[in-house]
């Protein structure tokens, strides 16, 4: 009914019963922003303090390359049972073979092959449900499966380097602003002492990985999780594989071998390189967790 009549109150939801809400001051405001044609005034910019020479020949000499996929698949027959297969790969180009790919647009696959011939890959797989390792849910399956994986990787150490800032020589952080975390089985929050990869929680002495200060899967049930687990782990680590390039060069002149495992070469690392990341460069969602202070 669109208005009171004989004794029947006014039905809300219809359009007359709309009044109301459209005469509140805060939905007027925003109807009026609404319907505004004009545009927004210019953005002010910084004024500019230098100038870059687009001419001058580059110091560039290699160039560091990193992407991730996934893919969830269910199995035909059981559609109750996911698997997520994740894959980030980096390769490090030299400039003269992007030059030489550039002046060869229809290059032999073997020609390709062997001007990357040093490509970090590593696929992790994930269950999401109906899948998980023996006398294990599908949640601690999946915790043990991304501590595997970031140990196999090497991406642990980075991820220690990172979350404890151990480019610093001094921990001279205020107590309350250090790394903490929740605890996996009681929710109390705790501290996490300085380069400890193992830890248990001081409430209930739950055992504890430095990777379970990701916190991916933390809030699955049991037995099954979101795809966004998938998704975090592959975020992860793209965020871990740049700084772990960061890290690695400066600090022991390493590279990549032929098996993606990294060897120590100072003569075959030249100076400037840069490192190209697939995405956003700001660290969002879990992968904010890993490089919450660089990103800073």
Not at 95 to 118: G, I, K, N, V
Not at 198 to 227: F, M, Q, V
Request: aromatic fraction near 8%; charge should be neutral.
């Amino acid at each position: 009914m669109a208005y009171a009549k004989d004794g029947y109150p006014v039905e809300q939801a219809s359009k007359i019963g709309h009044l109301k809400l459209i005469n509140h001051p805060l939905i007027t405001n925003l109807i009026s922003q609404f319907e505004e044609p004009e545009l927004p005034p210019a953005t002010s910019y910084p004024h500019r303090t230098g100038t870059v020479d687009l001419g001058a020949e580059g110091r560039l000499e290699r160039v560091v390359t990193i992407d991730g996929g996934q893919a969830t698949v269910p199995n035909a027959y059981r559609p109750e049972k996911q698997l997520s297969f994740i894959q980030v790969a980096a390769c490090m180009l030299k400039m003269q073979d992007l030059d030489y790919m550039r002046s060869h647009p229809m290059l032999d696959p073997r020609e390709l092959a062997r001007l990357t011939p040093d490509p970090w890959y590593h696929p992790v797989v994930l269950p999401l449900a109906g899948v998980r390792l023996p006398r294990m849910s599908v949640k601690e399956t999946i915790r043990n499966l991304i501590d595997a994986a970031l140990t196999q990787t090497g991406l642990h150490e980075t991820l220690k380097f990172l979350v404890y800032r151990e480019w610093r020589g001094t921990y001279d952080i205020p107590e309350d602003k250090r790394p903490h975390m929740t605890c996996w089985k009681c929710n109390e929050e705790f501290f996490l002492p300085r380069h400890a990869m193992s830890l248990n929680c001081p409430a209930c002495s739950h055992e504890h990985r430095l990777a379970d200060y990701l916190r991916i899967g933390a809030d699955s049930a049991d037995d099954w999780t979101k795809e966004e687990a998938a998704s975090n782990l592959r975020d992860v680590m793209e965020t871990l594989t740049l700084f772990h390039f960061l890290r690695v060069f400066p600090a022991q002149r390493a590279i990549l071998t032929r098996r993606g495992q990294w060897r120590s070469h100072a003569a075959e690392i030249p100076q400037p390189c840069e490192l190209w990341c697939q995405g956003p460069v700001a660290c969002r969602a879990r992968s904010r967790a890993c490089a919450e202070h660089p990103n800073r």
